[in-house]
């Protein structure tokens, strides 16, 4: 086997070695991704239980308090129809999107009717003694169970941060050239007539699909932007952008290619890109020029 075949299949391992790393990345990034979501989603079911654990045991304590016999069914009637709703749920698997916004639905008209029956009862029966002390035990169970709401609250809160985290895009393959007028790579900054931008966006299962306002800025080296003529939100305020590029994104990897035509004397120094999209800086480079 001569040296150039040794070396072509050296450079063939090389890519195949690499391609195996990048798949193996990103069915790891993919897979803690959907972890995530299955996380929020079971979150979101536990709350639900909670809610109508608590409903349950709102009724029970109801039926201490009234001696009328028709309301004392309509109650039994609502807190059986609580528990088997409550049942339900509990069968119910978290990625079932369908049958757990149903129960949500149903859980909302659950709190009106309880709503109901807490003004009907405080109708009819004035607070003696008694009641004040069994109340009192409710309000503590009330405030445990909103204490468990608030914990799941906040558990969700922080796991929705995560996955935002998660749905941001990102540049990959940042590559930045100077080209010539002749379309060539410029040496020297006097030659430069063109700035191009390649990279790619990213596959992201988790971000949503659309279009995409990808906004590029290149930095003299003063620290000032070659201005394109317009500027974007970042971070509660505007700031100006070189190119603006509009993309389709589906969630699978994007190529994009932006280009920046020279129309104003350069220096020698070091130039810096940063890209943003969605409100986030998603990459950046820089390339460097001698006199």
Known sequence: ??????????????????????????????????????ELAEMDKREMENEYEHFAQQYNEMKTQVTNDSL?????????RTQELLEELRRTKSNDAAEITRLKKEL??????????????????????QL?????????QQAQQAQQISHLSEERATLTDKVAIASQLD????????????????????DVKKFQVAFS?????????????????????????????????????????SIRKDIEYNGEETPVTVYWDVNEML???????????????????SISFEK
Do not use: H
């Open 1 to 38: 086997m001569n040296k150039k075949t040794l070396y072509a299949l050296l450079a063939v391992v090389a890519v195949l070695i690499c391609g195996m790393a990048y798949l193996i990345f990103s069915l790891n990034k993919s897979n803690e991704e959907n972890k995530q979501m299955l």
């Open 72 to 80: 004392m069914a309509q109650l039994e009637r609502e807190q059986q």
């Open 108 to 129: 909302a008209t659950m709190r009106e009717v309880l709503k109901s029956f807490v003004a009907e009862i405080d109708s009819l029966n004035r607070l003696n003694t």
């Open 132 to 140: 004040m002390g069994e109340n009192e035990n409710l309000r503590i």
């Open 171 to 190: 540049a990959i393959g940042i590559r930045i050239n100077a080209l010539n007028k002749k379309g060539k790579d410029a040496k020297k900054i006097a």
């Open 201 to 241: 966006i990213a596959r992201n299962v988790t971000a949503a699909a659309g279009n995409k306002s990808i906004f590029v800025r290149i930095l003299k080296p003063t620290g000032e932007v070659l201005n394109g003529g317009g500027t974007f939100a970042f971070e509660n305020r505007r700031l100006e952008y």
């Open 267 to 285: 220096v020698a120094g070091q130039y810096r890109i940063q890209i943003f999209a969605d409100g986030n800086n998603i990459g950046g480079g």
